[in-house]
């Protein structure tokens, strides 16, 4: 099986497949409401700072394709899309792309699209350090993100085996990189363990991508054809969870929530606990793919508008007041982060200014 061709099954089964059946966490937290916020709609401020550039709302379009000629229309859709909203964009892994330059104007297309908007290359954290410079100035790239993907590789029948050196190649490309590295999982979440490892090799951006959205063990199996049996559900750690677990270390990092949101309220408690941007893939493509780029534009927008209407609704008027607003960390998600020592208290009443 071609990388070519993985990239282009990728989206069919990504498409095919349903989302998670075990949740991303986010039905267990609570956002409280004010009936006296004090606040005109109008005043409702979504824009934020971000990799030295101006994002409107905290959004990114997560990464997702890239490297075959049939998938290009989707970036030039992503792209078109996030350039419009003034949100953010990853695109898929860029190995294919390396490997042959017939195909690298399937991932610069987001870019031409998009000439100033906030662009993420991607590539799989055991990339050399010459590969990722060569990814990020594929797309004049405003940050880059390494994909650890463990759960994936060994579900994928030709995939990886060896996981042995990924922190100290991180270590390498961070030492090197000229712009923001940003470690990302695929759908099974990031631990506290995992992030202290990586953050005591330099990163300072991570995207949790946690389960409960695309699960990509699923995929792997439905596309080699294999029973899958909803194997390995006990192991992926929730997108909440996950969350929780990487604000709760207090370390001066940057944190993307991602891993099954559907752009309802949980995006809004995503960021009061926190996350300085929500990113969605799954949700996003079956939208642009099924529906059309113009469908995709009026529900971002929709997404948006409801974002400002909860934050009102909790008498927040810009995103850092939202980071101070009560929630109740409720159900499985408590008990979780309960027996892993995290005081979950701390969120329950007005906060101090959040650490955005
Ligand atoms: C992905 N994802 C992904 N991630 C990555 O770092 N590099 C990649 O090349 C891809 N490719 C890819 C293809 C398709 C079709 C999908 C749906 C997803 C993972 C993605 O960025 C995200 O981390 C997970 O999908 C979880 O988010 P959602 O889909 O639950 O919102």
Known sequence: MSRLHRKKEHVEFALKTPQSTVGNGFSDIYLVYEALPELNLEQVDTSLDFLNKKLKAPLLINAMTGGHPEVKYINRSLARVAARAGIAMAIGSQTAGLEDSKVRDTYRVARDENPDGILLANVSALSSPDMVKEAIEMIEADGVQLHLNVAQELAMAEGDRNFRGTLANIQKIVSLSKVPVIIKEVGFGLSRETIKKIYDVGVRYIDVSGQGGTDFIRIEYLRSGRDYREKFQNVGISTAISLVESLSMDLPIVVVASGGFTGES???????????????????????????????????????????????????????????????????????????????????????????
């Open 266 to 356: 949980d995006v809004a408690c995503a960021l009061a606990l926190g996350a300085k941007l929500v990113g969605m893939a799954g949700h996003f493509l079956r939208i642009v793919t099924e529906g059309s780029e113009q469908c995709l534009n009026e529900r971002v927008d929709i997404i948006i508008e409801d974002l400002r209407h909860t934050m009102l609704m909790v008498g927040a008027a810009n995103l850092r007041e939202l980071t101070e607003k009560p929630l109740v960390i409720t159900g499985k998600t408590a008990e979780w982060l309960l027996r892993r020592g995290i005081d979950i208290d701390r969120y329950s009443y007005l906060r101090q200014a959040g650490k955005r």
